[in-house]
């Protein structure tokens, strides 16, 4: 694993890691990608695993070591690669036909621990939850470090964003070197659809609870700096909420450490776990003894034309919120029939 300060999870699972693989009688090393030798031939190995093989850190380490296979495991907890823009599939295929023109003798594979057309590997998958269960176990013997979950109390939600691309510019371009345009206040793109689906999920909370809950937000590493402005739009944007309250986690603890003190806390069985991205199928591995707490943050139209209009109109506006979405349901339905 790399220790930059933007792979955000490196630090606080160091010592766990470290823990696990010494148990099973292996040495985990953690160190800096730059320390790899820069030309191929420094380091050769039989096996590289990547979560993603056209990912910017896979690809520096690809040109950095001669592995004799390749296997691409998957996002978040190992679920299957699907881009959402046109351009970032064709960049992708561009890349791994590349890889393999250029290495012939090279195997990729790919290997899903949650794929999309098929069902769910049992065996690969009880392997899995143990493994969530032992991290939990050693999480929950250093107190300081599941810290963020005593928080919580019953009623209370957990709501968990993607990245959030922040919006400056009405228009921009360049001239002479310099960038030229009208700036706008600072917001992010597709806000209003998350906006009324977050809304949805807060009437619904407040419908189900007989005191005002708090709502907790945690964010995705990369926004860590709009943590302000994030809580802004929510509280300038939601209706009707009454007393509820919405705090922003701070960034230094990861949904897998917060999931696994809940699995410690006697209140996590009250906490509702909603989100937009794939790292809700990581919080859905760690509470799985509950699965019906942890949902897809969505709006449900109601009649068939309504439905139409709302899938028209995300396709036009939000399409690539809409593929996440079809992603993110296809992929958690497959998960939730393997956990029945």
């Given at each position: 694993?790399?220790?930059?300060?933007?792979v955000?999870?490196a630090?606080?699972?160091?010592?766990?890691?470290?823990?696990?693989?010494?148990?099973?009688?292996?040495?985990?090393?953690?160190?800096?990608?730059?320390?790899?030798?820069?030309?191929?031939?420094?380091?050769?190995?039989?096996?590289?695993?990547?979560?993603?093989?056209?990912?910017?850190?896979?690809?520096e380490?690809?040109?950095?070591?001669?592995?004799?296979?390749?296997?691409?495991?998957?996002?978040?907890?190992?679920?299957?690669?699907?881009?959402?823009?046109?351009?970032?599939?064709?960049?992708?295929?561009?890349?791994?036909?590349?890889?393999?023109?250029?290495?012939?003798?090279?195997?990729?594979?790919?290997?899903?621990?949650?794929?999309?057309?098929?069902?769910?590997?049992?065996?690969?998958l009880?392997h899995?939850?143990?493994?969530?269960?032992?991290?939990?176990?050693?999480?929950?013997?250093?107190?300081?470090?599941?810290?963020?979950?005593?928080?919580?109390?019953?009623?209370?939600?957990?709501?968990?964003?993607?990245?959030?691309?922040?919006?400056?510019?009405?228009?921009?371009?360049?001239?002479?070197?310099?960038?030229?345009?009208?700036?706008?206040?600072?917001?992010?793109?597709?806000?209003?659809?998350?906006?009324?689906?977050?809304?949805?999920?807060?009437?619904?909370?407040?419908?189900?609870?007989?005191?005002?809950?708090?709502?907790?937000?945690?964010?995705?590493?990369?926004?860590?700096?709009?943590?302000?402005?994030?809580?802004?739009?929510?509280?300038?944007?939601?209706?009707?909420?009454?007393?509820?309250?919405?705090?922003?986690?701070?960034?230094?603890?990861?949904?897998?450490?917060?999931?696994s003190?809940?699995?410690?806390?006697?209140?996590?069985?009250?906490?509702?776990?909603?989100?937009?991205?794939?790292?809700?199928?990581?919080?859905?591995?760690?509470?799985?003894?509950?699965?019906?707490?942890?949902?897809?943050?969505?709006?449900?139209a109601?009649?068939?034309?309504?439905?139409?209009?709302?899938?028209c109109?995300?396709?036009?506006i939000?399409?690539?919120?809409?593929?996440?979405?079809?992603?993110?349901?296809?992929?958690?339905?497959n998960?939730?029939?393997?956990?029945?």
């Amino acid at each position: 694993m790399e220790r930059l300060d933007h792979v955000h999870a490196a630090h606080p699972f160091e010592d766990v890691l470290i823990r696990l693989a010494a148990r099973d009688g292996h040495r985990c090393v953690f160190g800096e990608l730059s320390a790899l030798p820069a030309e191929p031939e420094g380091l050769i190995c039989d096996l590289l695993l990547l979560p993603r093989v056209d990912h910017k850190q896979g690809w520096e380490v690809l040109q950095r070591c001669l592995p004799d296979v390749v296997i691409e495991l998957g996002e978040s907890i190992g679920v299957e690669v699907k881009l959402y823009s046109f351009q970032a599939r064709r960049l992708r295929h561009r890349l791994i036909h590349r890889l393999l023109e250029s290495r012939p003798n090279l195997s990729l594979e790919y290997s899903y621990l949650i794929p999309l057309d098929r069902g769910v590997h049992q065996l690969r998958l009880q392997h899995f939850l143990d493994f969530c269960a032992g991290f939990s176990a050693m999480v929950s013997e250093k107190p300081f470090i599941s810290r963020p979950v005593r928080i919580f109390s019953k009623g209370d939600a957990l709501l968990c964003f993607p990245y959030l691309k922040v919006k400056k510019w009405h228009f921009r371009f360049e001239l002479f070197g310099k960038v030229r345009g009208i700036k706008c206040s600072q917001k992010f793109y597709d806000w209003n659809y998350f906006l009324a689906r977050v809304q949805h999920f807060t009437n619904d909370l407040k419908a189900n609870n007989d005191v005002d809950p708090c709502l907790y937000v945690q964010v995705h590493p990369k926004n860590y700096q709009n943590l302000k402005l994030i809580e802004h739009l929510l509280r300038r944007g939601l209706r009707g909420v009454g007393d509820a309250q919405i705090k922003v986690l701070p960034g230094h603890a990861p949904l897998e450490l917060i999931a696994s003190g809940m699995m410690n806390s006697f209140a996590f069985s009250d906490i509702q776990i909603a989100g937009f991205g794939t790292n809700i199928l990581s919080a859905l591995a760690f509470l799985h003894s509950r699965p019906h707490g942890v949902s897809l943050c969505d709006k449900e139209a109601e009649g068939r034309i309504q439905r139409l209009w709302n899938f028209c109109f995300d396709g036009l506006i939000h399409r690539r919120e809409l593929l996440r979405q079809r992603h993110v349901r296809k992929a958690l339905n497959n998960l939730l029939a393997a956990l029945r």
